[in-house]
């Protein structure tokens, strides 16, 4: 978890930097959103497996939507900050007692999500993204493991300029949340959500 701290402070403190250097260079606001049926969520577990008879679970829908604002660092490299809220529905199918039925159910779970990350312009359309997310878990509930905690995020999209500083962007994209949980109940064995898609948006170049 020190290593991922590490990193979000040098981002921070990198991004600042170099913020003050390109005051020439305005930032761009945007509004993001993804959901299925253009991607699709999971969970998973890196280390155990479930057992035979045990409680398991599947991905089955997710939407977010969120802003974020990117400054220019270098002419191609952007730092981007953002706020997200993101709900997943997870299928839930209970551990089976000898004897017994047990009919699979829904369950929501919603989280905060502030990424921070790095983008790199690729031409003058494409680019690319990655970098560390922050996740706030907001379940009230115990049921499903925490997921508060340091993520990743990576991405790869094609943008194009509308006019007037206004743009639209589109880009596939893959999360793993709470890859290190804050949770103290939740450890390297917990599970975590992750979500693949397209993500789309629309940005507001600011003039200089």
Do not use: W
């Amino acid at each position: 978890m020190r290593a991922y701290l590490l990193t979000l402070f040098l981002l921070l403190a990198y991004s600042k930097i170099y913020a003050q250097e390109e005051t020439s260079q305005r930032g761009s606001l945007a509004i993001v959103s993804a959901s299925t049926p253009f991607g699709s969520n999971s969970v998973v577990n890196f280390v155990r497996q479930s057992l035979d008879g045990g409680v398991s679970y599947s991905g089955d829908s997710y939407y977010s939507l969120g802003f974020s604002y990117a400054q220019p660092m270098r002419p191609r490299l952007h730092f981007e900050a953002g706020l997200e809220y993101c709900k997943h529905k997870i299928l839930v199918e209970p551990a089976v007692q000898p004897g017994q039925m047990a009919e699979p159910y829904s369950k929501s779970i919603s989280l905060i999500n502030i990424p921070l990350t790095l983008r790199l312009d690729l031409g003058q359309h494409f680019f690319a993204q990655a970098g560390l997310m922050l996740d706030i878990d907001l379940q009230e509930d115990d049921s499903f493991d925490k997921q508060t905690g340091m993520g990743s995020l990576l991405g790869f999209g094609f943008k194009r300029n509308l006019g007037n500083g206004v743009g639209a962007f589109a880009a596939a994209y893959s999360k793993v949340h709470a890859m290190v949980p804050f949770v103290s109940e939740s450890d390297d064995y917990s599970y975590k959500l992750i979500e693949a898609g397209l993500r789309f948006g629309i940005y507001y170049k600011f003039k200089n």
